[in-house]
Nanobody
Framework: QVQLVDSGGGLVQPGGSLRLSCAAS????????MGWYRQAPGKRRELVAT???????TYADSVKGRFTISGDNAKNTVSLQMNSLKPEDTAVYYC?????????WGQGTQVTVSS
């Protein structure tokens, strides 16, 4: 059984920073990529950032230059450093692990950007 535990969310003022972390455990093999997605109230879940097993990263245009994704293949962990946060970044953030024939999700962590 595979388990993803994501953490690090919270309440932060505009312009502030947060760091999200995710650890995957269980029978995971041949990971293609790990990433972060988010879902705001009334909106669809959207990609925030991903990192492949070779280190290639992708970012949503809305977070480029502000967010940085990093991963550790040996530990099956992924982190998201979020700087210069804006109110529109408010959402539940979900960790994802993608591999051959599988896609696992974390339980989500709330990020609220408000003064």
């Amino acid at each position: 059984q595979v388990q993803l535990v994501d953490s690090g969310g919270g309440l932060v003022q505009p312009g502030g920073s947060l760091r999200l972390s995710c650890a995957a455990s269980g029978s995971i093999f041949s990971i293609y990529a790990m990433g972060w997605y988010r879902q705001a109230p009334g909106k669809r879940r959207e990609l925030v950032a991903t990192i492949s097993n070779s280190g290639t990263t992708t970012y949503a245009d809305s977070v480029k230059g502000r967010f940085t994704i990093s991963g550790d293949n040996a530990k099956n962990t992924v982190s998201l450093q979020m700087n210069s946060l804006k109110p529109e970044d408010t959402a539940v953030y979900y960790c994802n692990v993608l591999g051959p024939g599988y896609s696992y999700w974390g339980q989500g962590t709330q990020v609220t950007v408000s003064s």
